[in-house]
C-alpha cells in the first residue's frame, strides 16, 4: 500500500539556521509530490511541487525540495528561516487509484522558530 | 477575497446534534474534496466530487453525508455528531483534467462535539 512518512514530528530551529524537513513516500510506479504549509489559523498553501524532470525544485517562500527516487525521499529545505516561517509542513503524494489522483498527506512535521 | 471560504470557521456542538459545514469556491473548479485533520494524523479523505452528479466515498465517510448543490458549493453533515469527530475540517477544490492537478484548501473549520 501507499504511504507517506514524515519521520519529524516537531522541528525547533533558530532563525537564521538553516531547516530541512524529511519525507518519505511508498509507491510502486513514478510519484506525484507536493509539500504544503499551514500557518495557524490558515489553510494549506502549496509550497512546491515534483512531477517529472529536473529533481531539484523550487518554491515559493525560498523553500527547495529534492526528489531522490533511490532513497524514496523528497525532502524540503531552506537556508535561512525567518520567524514567519514557524507553522506545520506536509508533504503529499498523488497515487493514482481508479484514474483520478488520491492526495496521501502525511502526518506532518511542525516547525517551531526561536528568536 | 478567498477563493475557497468555509463556513463556520470555529462550531462548538453538543453529541447527537446534526451539524452542516458549507464550503463555497469561486474558483470555478469542478472537483471539491471534504478532509478532516487530526493531530498526528495529517489529512484524511471524507468526500470527494468531481461534478454536482458525481460524488464518491473516501476513506473516512462513516458518520458523514455531503451534498452538491451546485459547481460551486460542496457541504459536508454529520448527521448524529459524536465526540471523536471533534477536529479540523478541510475543503478543497481542484481543477478537472490531470490526475496530480494542485488541490486549493479553504481555511477551515474547527469542529468540537462535546
Known amino acids: 500500500a501507499q504511504s507517506v512518512t514524515q519521520p519529524d514530528i516537531h522541528i525547533t530551529v533558530s532563525e537564521g539556521a538553516s531547516l530541512e524537513l524529511r519525507c518519505n513516500y511508498s509507491y510502486g510506479a513514478t510519484p506525484y509530490l507536493f509539500w504544503y504549509v499551514q500557518s495557524p489559523g490558515q489553510g494549506l498553501q502549496l509550497l512546491l511541487k515534483?512531477?517529472?524532470?529536473?529533481?531539484l525544485v523550487q518554491g515559493i517562500k525560498g523553500f527547495e525540495a529534492e526528489f531522490k527516487r533511490s532513497q524514496s525521499s523528497f525532502n524540503l529545505r531552506k537556508p535561512s528561516v525567518h520567524w514567519s516561517d514557524a507553522a506545520e509542513y506536509f508533504c503529499?503524494?498523488?497515487?493514482?487509484?481508479?484514474?483520478?489522483?488520491?492526495?496521501?498527506f502525511g502526518a506532518g512535521t511542525q516547525v517551531v522558530v526561536t528568536p | 477575497d478567498a477563493d475557497v471560504t468555509q463556513t463556520p470557521r470555529n462550531r462548538i456542538t453538543k453529541t447527537g446534534k446534526r451539524i452542516m459545514l458549507e464550503c463555497s469556491q469561486t474558483k470555478g473548479h469542478d472537483r471539491m474534496y471534504w478532509y478532516r485533520q487530526d493531530p498526528g494524523l495529517g489529512l484524511r479523505l471524507i468526500y470527494y466530487s468531481f461534478d454536482v452528479k458525481d460524488i464518491n466515498k473516501g476513506e473516512i465517510s462513516d458518520g458523514y453525508s455531503v451534498s452538491r448543490q451546485a459547481q460551486a458549493k460542496f457541504s459536508l453533515s454529520l448527521e448524529s455528531a459524536i465526540p471523536n469527530q471533534t477536529a479540523l475540517y478541510f475543503c478543497a477544490t481542484s481543477k478537472q483534467g490531470v490526475s496530480y492537478n494542485e488541490q486549493f484548501f479553504g481555511p477551515g473549520t474547527r469542529l468540537t462535539v462535546l
Open positions: 503529499a503524494v498523488v497515487t493514482l487509484t481508479d484514474s483520478w489522483g488520491k492526495f496521501q
Open positions: 515534483y512531477f517529472s524532470g529536473d529533481t
